[in-house]
């Protein structure tokens, strides 16, 4: 992890209310340049809705600044540049090929009217090649499976070669395997300098791979940390309603028993 001080993301107090609700209340934390921040929590908690905030697709009270900048004032372009999001519903109307919606990843790095170039090219081949789909590149992404569509996109972020990347479960549709596989991938990005916010259900999963935890409860950050330190079973307890038994081996270990009532 790097040791700079400046954090890559600072979030401050960021509130969203909907249809009279209050989706996040006054969030605030940091994610450091080179490290992995996981984001957790149970299902309605705020956390799609906190990457869209951070992403700049929505719009929230308080601050998200990106490199010092509130995300507000970076253009679509270099914010491209920037940042990467990989949303949990991943689609597309456009019967693309698999290449060429990996290729689409490169086009915040292009001049408005040159053509890809090989190194464009040469960045979609390796990003292919991390989620295992060279064989697929010519293939209708209308044809594919829900798993292999989340490993194209994937495959799309990565070739956007952003600093930052966000992950809305990026798992959901893969088999074992592939979670492995990807979340290695994902995983070697961060060992290579680059800076992950992700949300992933799995807390084992989120435990082996993310630097720090960051536990949404109803909308406010409950726990941020090592995951050892968050992944408790009074944590579990309460922010999931499981009962569970923790083993600080590593990987971390959860044994889960009866599920709680959460009312
Ligand atoms: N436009 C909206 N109007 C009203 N409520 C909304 C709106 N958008 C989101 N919500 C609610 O805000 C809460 C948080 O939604 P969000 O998708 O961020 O949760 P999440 O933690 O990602 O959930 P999950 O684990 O199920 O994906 C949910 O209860 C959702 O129904």
Not at 4 to 22: I, N, Q, Y
Not at 191 to 197: E, Y
């Amino acid at each position: 992890m790097s040791t700079d001080t400046a954090p890559l993301l600072s979030v401050r107090d960021v509130t969203v209310e909907r249809g009279g609700k209050t989706i996040l209340d006054h969030v605030s934390f940091d994610v450091r340049a080179g490290e992995w921040l996981g984001v957790i929590g149970p299902n309605g908690s705020g956390k799609t809705t906190l990457l869209r905030v951070v992403s700049g697709a929505m719009d929230a009270c308080g601050s998200v600044d990106l490199k010092g900048r509130t995300i507000d004032t970076w253009g679509a372009r270099e914010r491209a540049q920037t940042l990467a999001f990989v949303q949990q519903s991943t689609g597309t109307a456009f019967d693309f090929t698999v290449r060429d919606l990996v290729l689409l990843g490169r086009a915040p790095h292009r001049g408005w009217l040159s053509s890809f170039s090989a190194s464009d090219r040469a960045a979609v081949d390796r990003a292919l090649a991390e989620v295992d789909l060279e064989g697929f590149a010519d293939r209708s992404i209308q044809s594919m499976s829900g798993g292999e569509v989340q490993r194209a996109f994937l495959a799309q972020a990565l070739a956007q070669d952003a600093d930052l990347l966000l992950l809305d479960e990026p798992t959901t549709h893969l088999d074992v395997h592939y979670q492995f596989r990807l979340l290695d991938a994902v995983r070697a990005q961060v060992n290579q300098g680059k800076t992950v916010l992700a949300v992933v259900h799995d807390l084992e999963s989120a435990a082996r791979y993310a630097d720090r935890l960051l536990v949404l409860s109803e909308g406010k950050r409950v726990a941020t940390g090592e995951p050892a330190s968050v992944l408790t079973p009074e944590c579990i307890r309460e922010v999931f309603g499981m009962e569970a038994t923790v083993r600080q081996d590593n990987p971390l270990r959860i044994d889960y028993s009866t599920p709680r009532s959460r009312g």
